[in-house]
């Protein structure tokens, strides 16, 4: 847990010092990445808001994701990610949102998309959507906190480029 507080506290020095504010729309976390950003005093400085969106449909109703997406290619897939980090910045007051969506397991795996499979997807004002696929391995909450870890090396990176 002291590396996502050095993460955090990186992450928030540099969103201070560029005004920048973050939302996050998560599903297999469920929460965990606002609650990390949280987890710092003044953290309202950073963070505006964050959207738990474990099922389908309230990442349909919160987020505007579309069903057609979500038939087409499965909760855990880079359109649905792409749209939710998309509805997080849209319906925020933040300038970087994002995304994470995946299988914690130990079930619901298949072989298309193994338990550890996990999209992580951003966006920002004047900038392209984009997102990565992450296999992660371990116990639920190895996985859980992995993508965590990865998630706030995102935003980090997006502060520093």
């Not at 002291?2 to 920048?20: I, T």
């Not at 939302?23 to 953290?43: H, N, P």
């Not at 998309?86 to 130990?106: K, Y």
């Not at 193994?114 to 999209?119: A, F, K, S």
Request: proline share 2%.
């Amino acid at each position: 847990m002291d590396e996502l507080l050095k993460l955090n506290q990186r992450l928030a020095s540099l969103y201070q010092s560029k005004n920048w504010m973050i939302a996050t729309a998560e599903s297999c976390t469920g929460g965990w990445i606002a609650k990390s950003l949280t987890d710092l005093a003044g953290s309202s400085a950073i963070f505006d808001s964050g959207f738990v969106t474990y099922s389908n449909q309230a990442k349909m109703r919160m987020l505007d994701v579309e069903e057609r997406i979500l038939i087409e290619h499965g909760a855990v897939s880079k359109p649905v990610v792409e749209a939710m980090a998309n509805g997080a910045l849209n319906r925020s007051a933040a300038d970087v949102a994002i995304s994470v969506s995946g299988i914690a397991g130990p079930t619901g795996g298949s072989k298309e998309k193994p338990v550890g499979l996990v999209w992580i997807g951003w966006a920002a004002a004047e900038q392209i959507t984009s997102s990565q696929a992450f296999h992660f391995s371990g116990t639920r909450e190895n996985i859980r906190i992995s993508t965590v870890r990865e998630a706030l090396k995102i935003l980090i990176q997006l502060a520093e480029n």
